[in-house]
């Protein structure tokens, strides 16, 4: 059975860095691509980045201060977020899609293969 599961969310000052893990079970990351979600109170969910084999996907707001990666022998895919500002305090949430192309942030939702449960960031002064 698929399964999710995010950490490394928690609290960080304007300017600061943050790296969130998504471990993943119960799938091969060289089948499936994985991604990026955040949602605030009141908004809705949206795609933050991808990968897969095809290049990496970022939402306009986050290219160049986040970048995502993966460590295939530890089934993890990270988020490493540099320069977070404010309007980054979301929950984020990773997702799979099945097949090799970075496609979680174009599948439509509903269609995803699996989710976390979340982890939570919160930038504050």
């Known amino acids: 059975q698929m399964r999710l599961a995010e950490s490394g969310g928690g609290l960080v000052q304007p300017g600061g860095s943050l790296t969130l893990s998504c471990v993943v079970f119960?799938?091969?990351?060289?089948?499936?691509?994985i991604g990026w979600y955040r949602k605030a109170p009141g908004k809705e969910r949206e795609g933050v980045s991808c990968?897969?084999?095809?290049?990496?996907v970022y939402r306009d707001s986050v290219e160049g201060r986040f970048t995502i990666s993966l460590d295939a022998a530890n089934s993890t895919v990270y988020l490493r977020m540099d320069n977070i500002q404010p309007e980054d305090t979301e929950e984020y949430y990773c997702?799979?899609?099945?097949?090799?192309?970075?496609?979680?942030?174009?599948?439509?939702?509903?269609?995803?293969?699996?989710w976390g449960q979340g982890t939570l960031v919160t930038v504050s002064s």
């Open positions: 997702a799979s899609d099945f097949g090799p192309y970075a496609t979680v942030l174009t599948t439509p939702m509903e269609e995803l293969d699996a």
């Open positions: 119960g799938l091969t990351l060289e089948d499936f691509s």
């Open positions: 990968i897969g084999k095809t290049p990496s």
